[in-house]
């Protein structure tokens, strides 16, 4: 209620509905509201000056002047939306005797409702395609021109929660919505407002689609491929590294990854066996042992190659070489007592591989043959020509 003793301050607008006007028989007021202004300053004399010498008002906090036709609602002027209903101030008058009557009682309840911004943490989603990689949470904050009495939240149509002020965590796996709403000191709900997120803190599944085991060099079958499994985000893509076919233990890798960005992997060790090379037989003598011929002759160099109890045959598997070496004082000897005839060659013949060596005419001179097979297998025999 507004008189020269009773000045309204900000602060009486809310939280219940503000009297403008005359209140039954008050004194000091006796006639009719053209315009009515609320400022968040003071005025200064000039400003006074004018609006008591009936210059329209400009309050930035209410501007009502009153100027609607017909109806109960009040609009306002002053841009901040702060529409006000007329209710009659005595049960003996309505509405329209008020209307009609130039000294009467009003009351505006403001109806511009709070305004709840809803933040996230992280601020953006972390993951690929709007997707929350760590469980996200959320904060909410409530802007009125008078009080909140509270604010409220629900998770997936489940039921108002009070908010306290801490985070909440939306943990669960999936697309989720968020409502919130709060509500002011004058009854004013806002209408309820919604966000969407997505949470996905689990690794994808990967799966091999065969296993390698135990394999011979030469028999690795090809690399497995592997496939992505996710129940929340879904499958983006397998693959799969480590793959080799050299002799030795392997690991391979498959790594899985989900439409959020999550990564998981799974293992497995796989071991390849090399080749088995056996001889060289007689006339050659293995075990360090030098063997002796006469420089220029031809050497029957016989041997044999497996893969675990598969005799290989094809001469391309096989690798011969020859180098001079430094010969061994005190090494034990053994003459080559069986030639052959030709020039060096190799095949398989007979069940097994002959290498026929054409010595070269050096006498005195140290050589080690070796054998070597495709895997990286190797068998070497030496020998001193005289």
């Known amino acids: 209620m507004l008189g020269p003793d009773r000045p309204l301050r900000t602060a009486a607008i809310g939280p219940g509905p503000s009297p403008v006007g005359r209140e039954g028989a008050d004194p000091y007021l006796a006639g009719a509201v053209d315009d009515f202004n609320v400022y968040r300053r003071a005025l200064s004399a000039s400003e006074v000056a004018a609006l008591a010498g009936d210059q329209v008002g400009s309050g930035d906090v209410l501007h009502y002047t009153f100027d ?15 529409t006000a209903t007329i209710v009659a101030g005595s049960g003996s008058q309505t509405a329209s005797s008020d209307a009609a009557t130039p000294d009467h009682f009003w009351v505006l309840t403001p109806q511009v409702p709070p305004t709840t911004t809803l933040t996230w943490s992280p601020a953006q989603p972390n993951g690929n395609n709007g997707w929350y990689t760590t ?9 009125d021109d008078f009080a909140v009495v509270g604010t409220q939240y629900r998770i ?4 108002w929660t009070a908010y306290t002020g801490s985070p909440v965590t939306v943990d669960q796996q999936g697309t989720h919505q968020v409502e919130y709403r709060s509500t002011d000191t004058a009854g004013n709900v806002e209408a309820t407002k919604s966000a969407t997120v997505k949470t996905d803190t689990v690794a994808p599944t990967a799966a091999f689609s065969a296993t390698v085991g135990i394999v011979y060099f030469g028999s690795v079958p090809g690399a497995p491929t592997c496939t992505a499994s996710d129940a929340t985000s879904g499958p983006a893509g397998c693959v799969v590294s480590g ?32 080749w088995t090379v056996k001889g060289f037989y007689s006339p050659v003598d293995m075990g360090g042992v030098v063997n002796t011929v006469k420089g220029g002759s ?13 005799e290989l045959t094809d001469p391309a598997v096989v690798t011969m070489t020859v180098k ?15 030639l052959t005839t030709g020039a060096t060659t190799l095949k398989y ?23 070597t097979t495709r895997d990286g297998s190797s ?6 020509l005289r």
């Open 379 to 384: 068998i070497t025999a030496l020998f001193k």
């Open 156 to 159: 997936d149509g489940g039921d």
């Open 349 to 371: 013949d007979g069940g097994q591989f002959h290498y026929n060596w054409k010595t070269p005419a050096t006498p005195g001179a140290c050589y080690a043959v070796t054998a």
């Open 298 to 310: 031809t050497v029957p160099v016989m041997f044999q190659v497996y893969s675990g109890t598969t």
């Open 243 to 274: 793959y080799d076919t050299s002799v030795g233990t392997h690991t391979l890798t498959a790594t899985a990854t989900d439409a959020a960005g999550n990564v998981g992997t799974a293992e497995q060790t796989y071991t390849v066996l090399p």
């Open 324 to 338: 001079q070496v430094s010969c061994a004082a005190d090494a034990p000897t053994s003459e080559i007592e069986t």
């Open 135 to 143: 469980a996200p949470s959320f904060t909410l904050d409530a802007k």
């Open 68 to 82: 609607e036709a017909s109806g109960i609602a009040v609009a306002d002027s002053s841009g901040n939306g702060r």
